[in-house]
Structures are given as C-alpha cells and as structure tokens.
C-alpha cells in the first residue's frame, strides 16, 4: 500500500510558465514533507521541505503548499526552466520520538521543461 | 550542505558474487544511515536502516543475510550484497541525516548502480 502517491509520473510544461507536482499522502500521522529533484544515475538533492503546521513555504523560485485536510501537497515552480528536468520525488517523515526516521517516497514526477 | 559520498558509482558483476558498497558522511557525522533501492520507474524504497555500533534495523521483506550492513564508525556505513542474483541489479542509495536540524532531511549519496549478470 502505497503511502506516498505521486499520480502524475510525467508533466511537460513551456518554459517560464509555471510547473505545479502534485502529491497525495495517506497517513495521518506524517508530520514533514519534503519534495527532492533527483537526475538519472545520481543521488536526490533536497529541494524544499514543509512541516505539517504550515501551509505554505516559499524558497525562491519554489513554493510547497500542504492541504492537511485533503491529505495533499504541491510542488510550484516558476518560472520553470530548463534546468528543472528531472525526476521530483515527494517524500514524507513520520516523526517516532525516537531519533532519525527514513522517508517514504512516492513514485516521482518526470518534469520536462520545453524551450 | 552536508556531502555524503558514495562508491563505486557503478558495478558490474557475475552471478554468485559478492559486492561491497560504501557509504561515508564526509564532514559530518552520522549515527544512523538509510539504504534505499530503486528499481527502474519505481520509488525508492528503504531497505533498512544503519546504527552505528549496533544492529541495523531491516525493513520488511529485505533479506538481512543477503544484505549486510555494517556501520563500524561515526562516518562509515557499509552495504554488501551477499551472492548477487541479477533480480538484485537495482540502483542502491545511501543517506544520512542532516547533522544540524534534527531528522528533518536526508542527504544523499550518488548511487550505486549494481548490474548482475
């Protein structure tokens, strides 16, 4: 059961328009999200995260809007430019008390920004 | 931020060999790393997670004899992939922890991409 839902496994938008990735979580008791960019053949880089009592965070170019209640986030990014192809995979922590937790992914999102 | 480094980036090896891969904090140190495997158009998935000192924890279905872990210091984790089967080639990733900010984010390495012949 995937707890992490990333639907769209592509999205091809014009450069300098806007690119909005959705992601949709089931479990309640996640309390960060985190959204990285990943290239083939390497490592995710972490792009911007949020934490599950705000709504909006804003980092530049990039902005994630959390809706809790629909169990929803998304990923803006605008204007979009070439250099955002790549794959963007949303992630989410549940916090144990315990120390460091790994995340759970969805499947990602292909981004294809066209000149 | 935070440099985890990863090697080898690639391997390619027969049936029936092991394979090492290292996974080191480079300016930080890190109690606790992640193994994830993803396999083509899949997520990445946890395989288990890394103590340093102490036994890693498997997350379900992963083989812990097939997949040793060994976390013998403060900046060094290590992933072997015992008898390798081609089902095994997959692209294996390792994290840790931002130092500065509790749990909040992973910082990755550069994969390791297994190919088993």
């Known amino acids: 059961d995937q707890q992490v839902k990333q639907n769209s496994p592509s999205l091809s938008v014009q450069e300098g328009r806007i690119s909005i990735l959705n992601c949709d979580y089931t479990?309640?008791?996640?309390?960060?999200f985190l959204w990285y960019k990943k290239y083939p053949a390497e490592g995710p880089t972490f792009l911007i995260s949020?934490?599950?009592?705000?709504d909006k965070n804003e980092d530049g170019r990039f902005t994630v809007f959390l809706n809790k209640s629909a169990k929803h986030l998304s990923l803006h990014i605008v204007p979009s430019q070439p250099g955002d192809s790549a794959v963007y995979f949303c992630?989410?922590?549940?916090?144990?008390?315990?120390?460091?937790?790994?995340?759970?992914f969805g499947k990602g999102t292909h981004l294809i920004i066209q000149p | 931020g935070a440099v985890v480094s990863q090697h080898p980036s690639r391997v390619i090896c027969k049936s029936g060999t092991s394979v090492k891969i290292e996974c080191r904090s480079l300016?930080?140190?890190?109690?606790?790393m992640f193994w994830y495997r993803q396999f083509p158009k899949q997520s990445l998935m946890l395989m288990a997670t890394?103590?340093?000192?102490?036994?890693?924890?498997?997350e379900q279905g992963v083989e812990k004899d097939k997949f040793l872990i060994n976390h013998a210091s403060l900046t060094l984790s290590t992933l072997t992939v015992t008898s390798a089967h081609p089902e095994d080639s997959s692209f294996y990733i390792c994290?840790?922890?931002?130092?500065?900010?509790?749990?909040?984010?992973?910082?990755f390495g550069s994969g390791t991409q297994l190919s088993v012949l």
């Open positions: 890394s103590n340093e000192g102490s036994k890693a924890t498997y």
């Open positions: 994290s840790a922890p931002d130092p500065g900010r509790t749990n909040e984010k992973l910082f």
């Open positions: 479990n309640s008791m996640f309390d960060y």
């Open positions: 300016d930080f140190q890190a109690t606790t």
């Open positions: 992630a989410a922590r549940m916090y144990s008390g315990g120390g460091a937790d790994g995340l759970t």
């Open positions: 949020i934490s599950s009592i705000k």
